[in-house]
């Protein structure tokens, strides 16, 4: 049984790969998150339930991995040196960009795992209603409204801010 689950984690990888640079938008972190993924379901194998899908249930570790980077990140902060922030005060245009892609970021890290998720396969990845639905072991009906939902949510969330 362990061999299978091993063997089902190993031919789930190019999946994981793909899922994490949709996340991290970066090849390096998207290997570091990949390598904890895995680290993370191999050793809690005996918490996986047989009969449901294993692609889910690594998907399901990689994105709250994803989630709780983010909220250390968050806490965190970012550190900048003291001469780099002195040293212009006026914000170029890809300044504004980098500022408007991380809004949004935070708004879609505000959305419910399940919106999240669908939106991050269907916006993000790409993928076909069909294949989202597949992918997330769900009715195709629940992708879309789940699809709807989020960016209602999103809409709500930019008009707040």
Known sequence: MKRRLLDGIEREIPHLRRYARALTRDPDDADDL?????????????????????????????????????????????????????????????????????EVLDRIADLSPHERQVLERVAIDGLKYEEAAAELGVAVGTVKSRLFRARENLKKLGAAA
Do not use: K, Y
């Not at 809690?44 to 998907?59: K, Y």
């Not at 989630?67 to 300044?95: F, L, T």
């Open 34 to 102: 990949v390598q904890d993924t895995l680290e993370r379901a191999i050793a809690r194998l005996d918490q996986f339930q047989p009969g449901t899908d294993l692609r889910s249930w690594m998907f399901t570790i990689m994105h709250n991995l994803f989630i709780d980077g983010c909220r250390r990140a968050r806490r965190r902060g970012e550190n900048v040196p003291i001469e780099e922030w002195m040293s212009d005060a006026s914000a170029e245009p890809g300044q504004l960009d980098a500022v408007a892609v991380r």
